[in-house]
Nanobody, 118 residues
């Protein structure tokens, strides 16, 4: 199973970016998909995730600015980021928990850099 992330880049404060993540491979079902980020010198932290049919789990620091969505039929997830701030600068990682023939597994996608700077 592979997670392919795209959509990072550089933007000025107040700008917007959209990250996308596509899961491919022998997936029977996906329990959760989400985004984490890791800023320089800091630990990786949850940004937003969607599990099953439940509500989104969104970090307080991005509530009201970031929105996560999933397309279960396509095994994709997107993170719409608006009103970006300098402190949102980080490498963003897609993460998924999914079912394959041998049981539940999880994977990380290759990180995508988001830089917010004037």
């Amino acid at each position: 199973v592979q997670l392919q992330a795209s959509g990072g880049g550089s933007v000025q404060p107040g700008g917007s970016l959209r990250l996308s993540c596509a899961a491919s491979g022998a997936i029977r079902s996906i329990n959760s998909m989400g985004w984490y980020r890791q800023a320089a010198g800091k630990e990786r932290e949850l940004v937003a995730s969607l599990s099953g049919g439940g509500p989104a789990n969104i970090a307080e620091s991005v509530k009201g600015r970031f929105t996560i969505s999933r397309d279960n039929a396509k095994n994709t997830a997107s993170l719409q980021m608006s009103n970006l701030k300098d402190e949102d600068t980080a490498v963003y990682y897609c993460h998924a928990v999914y079912l394959v023939a041998t049981g539940w597994e999880s994977s990380w996608g290759r990180g995508t850099q988001v830089t917010v700077s004037s």
